[in-house]
């Protein structure tokens, strides 16, 4: 079973960068559809940004501009590199993965469609 492994998470302030990376356990993934999803205390888990193997992205609204997905291929590494951070941006996040997605570009930010996840990490932005 594929595993996936986040880290790059941290504290810090408003307007500031980080840059998460997930580490796939297998070079497999490079033809994976692969995402970012974070959950904040409370709140519903939602995506925040998914890539086809093909290399089409997509971002959600909230974080189109400043955040950044990117499949490091040879190296099954994914990538979200966040810059201008809010502290609405705080939140578990978390690596999935889908080696399929049925009707993808309808369903690419669906968390039904990864059925791999990583443990996720924390990001906080302070005011």
């Known amino acids: 079973q594929v595993q996936l492994v986040e880290s790059g998470g941290g504290s810090v302030q408003a307007g500031g960068s980080l840059r998460l990376s997930c580490v796939a356990s297998?070079?497999?993934?490079?033809?994976?559809?692969l995402a970012w999803f974070r959950q904040a205390p409370g709140k519903e888990r939602e995506a925040v940004a998914a890539?086809?193997?093909?290399?089409?992205?997509e971002h959600a609204h909230s974080v189109k501009g400043r955040f950044s997905i990117s499949n490091h291929n040879i190296e099954a590494t994914l990538t979200l590199q966040m810059t201008k951070l809010q502290p609405g941006d705080t939140a578990t996040y978390y690596c999935?993965?889908?080696?399929?997605?049925?009707?993808?570009?309808?369903?690419?930010?669906?968390?039904?469609?990864?059925?791999?996840w990583g443990q996720g990490t924390q990001v906080t932005v302070s005011s």
């Open positions: 999935a993965a889908a080696d399929y997605v049925q009707n993808w570009d309808a369903r690419l930010r669906d968390e039904s469609a990864y059925d791999t």
């Open positions: 297998t070079e497999r993934v490079r033809d994976w559809y």
């Open positions: 890539t086809t193997p093909g290399g089409i992205t």
